[in-house]
């Protein structure tokens, strides 16, 4: 999935009651000049439960808008 998309037409992961993208984008750090991939954030400690029911409906819409029928 292009990493030019808004985050909210991205997949979603859920990792320790938190949701991310589910693809990495490249951050560069500033006085050290290295590159490293991280995960964008989508919401910070909404607990295992919500996490993964906002998660599922989010990536099944998605899934769905893409044509992508399971």
Request: proline letters at 1%; one cysteine or more.
């Amino acid at each position: 999935m292009s990493k030019k998309l808004p985050i909210t037409k991205r997949l979603w992961v859920v990792d320790n009651g938190s949701i991310y993208t589910a693809d990495t984008v490249e951050l560069k750090i500033e006085f050290s000049k290295k590159s490293i991939q991280v995960r964008e954030a989508v919401a910070f400690n909404v607990g295992d439960s919500v996490a993964h029911a906002i998660c599922e409906t989010h990536n099944a819409h998605v899934n769905w808008m893409n044509g992508v029928r399971s």
